[in-house]
């Protein structure tokens, strides 16, 4: 109930309310411009027309997203949050920052893992087989972020979450809590979507090359798949994940996705929340929605 009411109080570009003083003085591209206009008329066009049977059309009342120009980290959109600075759980997001504050207390070195699917607590009951960290990142391998955590702790995220501006997962926490599973890593929509930003601007940072390639990866044919099917001339960096739902019409979950575009150097990033879906359905409304925007 309260998405119907406040999708129609936010879903006009509210940059003015929050980019001043955060974007460092400098303007958005005009690709990012265009890229806000091009999601508010499509949104805005839902109903009017036959071509407009898209899934974010029939979604509207349960879609929240964020859209941030890359170059300035200014949010250009942000559509039905109630705080988009708020912390909530985002699930799977987090994997990319507890990968790499894994990598900071070993030196770089990622394991290869037997994901055996229901057996080692992942998501996907046959499992992912032997897979590494890019493939993990790709199909948000839940096994093998289980092993990833198995020894972090909550002040082993410290390092990583200080560099790229997140919340604290809760104090005592450890083990699969760290990689978005449950509810014990609360972040803010918008600060997770800088962080996103900031991590595909350090690609020559160790780990960070990795984790970009398995977003890539994810975009191509992984949990993100939706995104790059849906994009004709680009390709995406994509993550995804399925958090417990903090609607006041609880679901079962609420979907997420970040996608970046385009993958080489990216100008935009959009974030989606669909309230009620899993991580891959809100993948699927992205890859429309920026379809929009190529
Ligand atoms: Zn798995």
Redesign the pocket.
Known sequence: MACAVTLAALSVPIHEMFAAGDAGGSASSLYAQSAAQAITGALGECGTAPSNGDDFCSQRENLSYLLLDARSRTMLLASNWPDPESPIPLGSLVKSFTALAYGEKHGFKYPVHL?R?TA?G???PR??GR?GLEA?IA?S????FRMLTHDLHADDLQPIATMFGLQMPDAGSSGPSLAGIGAHWLISPLALARAYVELSQRSDQPGVREILAGLAQSGRGGTGAEVDRALRHSTALVKTGTAPCTHARRAPGDGFVIAMLPANHPEILLMVRVHGTPGSHAARIAGEMLGRVE
């Not at 391998?141 to 093998?144: A, F, M, T, V």
């Open positions: 994901c699917g080692s992942c998501w996907r499992g992912h897979i993990a199909n391998c839940n096994s093998y």
